[in-house]
C-alpha cells in the first residue's frame, strides 16, 4: 500500500513537472475578451519611410490572433549567427490605450521571437502563424514610425507617396486597395495617377 502510495507520488510531481514546463515554455497566455486592439507593426528599414502596420479591432480576427498566440511554444535559444539583421517586428495587444501585451519577432518572422536580448524558436498549434494572419487581414495597411504613430505616407505597390499631397478620393482608394489581399489586388487593372513617389532628401 506504501509503496503504491510512493509511485502515486511520484507520477504526480512528474506530471506536475511537466505541465509547469508546459506552461513555462508557452508564449502567451492572453485573453481575447480584454483585448479590444491589436496593432502590427511589420520590420522597418528605411526609417524616413516607415513600417508598413496595420491595427486590427474586429473581435473575430482578435480572437484568432490571441488563439494563434496563446498556441505558440517557445524552443530553443537561436545562435546570434542565424539571427536576421534588421528592426524586429512588433505585435501589441491593447485594450483602449493601455497594452496588456507586447512581442517581438525577428524581422517579419514570428516563428522567432525575441526575450531579452536572446531570441528562440516558437512553433504554432495551428496552421497559420501570427505573420499570415497579418498578412491576410482586411485591415488597410497605414505607414508608422518607430512609435507606431501614423505618418503622412501611404503605399502603392512597391512606392511610397506622401498622402497630404493626393486628392482625398485618391488616399481613400489606396486605403481601400491596401486592405486587399494579394490576389485581389491582381484582379484589379484600374491604376491611379499618383506622380512622383516619396523622396526622403527633400
Known amino acids: 500500500?506504501?509503496?503504491a502510495f510512493s509511485?502515486?507520488?511520484?507520477?504526480?510531481?512528474?506530471?506536475t513537472l511537466v505541465a509547469c514546463t508546459k506552461k513555462t515554455n508557452r508564449l502567451a497566455d492572453?485573453?481575447?475578451d480584454s483585448i479590444n486592439k491589436i496593432q502590427i507593426i511589420s520590420s522597418?528599414?528605411?526609417p524616413a519611410f516607415g513600417a508598413d502596420s496595420k491595427i486590427i479591432t474586429d473581435e473575430e480576427e482578435i480572437k484568432q490572433f490571441v488563439?494563434?498566440?496563446?498556441s505558440g511554444i517557445i524552443g530553443k535559444k537561436i545562435s546570434s549567427d542565424d539571427?536576421?539583421?534588421?528592426?524586429?517586428?512588433?505585435?501589441?495587444?491593447?485594450?483602449?490605450?493601455?497594452?496588456?501585451?507586447?512581442?517581438?519577432?525577428?524581422v517579419n518572422n514570428t516563428k522567432i521571437v525575441e526575450i531579452g536580448n536572446d531570441y528562440y524558436f516558437v512553433e504554432y498549434g495551428d496552421e497559420d502563424s501570427p505573420y499570415k494572419l497579418y498578412v491576410n487581414s482586411p485591415s488597410s495597411e497605414i505607414v508608422v514610425d518607430i512609435d507606431g504613430k501614423e505618418m503622412d505616407l501611404i503605399r502603392y505597390n512597391e512606392n511610397t507617396y506622401v498622402k497630404s499631397e493626393l486628392p482625398k478620393e485618391t488616399v481613400e482608394w489606396l486605403q481601400y486597395y491596401n486592405s486587399l489581399t494579394e490576389d485581389e489586388k491582381m484582379a484589379?487593372?484600374?491604376s491611379p495617377d499618383l506622380g512622383?513617389?516619396?523622396d526622403s532628401n527633400k
Not at 7 to 15: E, K, Q, S, T
Not at 67 to 70: A, D, I, K, R, V
Not at 83 to 106: L, M, T, V, W
Open 67 to 70: 488563439t494563434s498566440f496563446n
Open 7 to 15: 509511485l502515486f507520488l511520484v507520477f504526480a510531481c512528474i506530471a
Open 188 to 190: 484589379i487593372s484600374f
Open 83 to 106: 539571427i536576421a539583421i534588421g528592426f524586429s517586428s512588433r505585435y501589441i495587444f491593447s485594450n483602449n490605450d493601455k497594452i496588456i501585451a507586447e512581442y517581438c519577432f525577428n
Open 44 to 46: 522597418m528599414g528605411n
Open 30 to 32: 492572453l485573453d481575447y
Open 196 to 198: 512622383e513617389p516619396f
Open 1 to 3: 500500500m506504501k509503496r
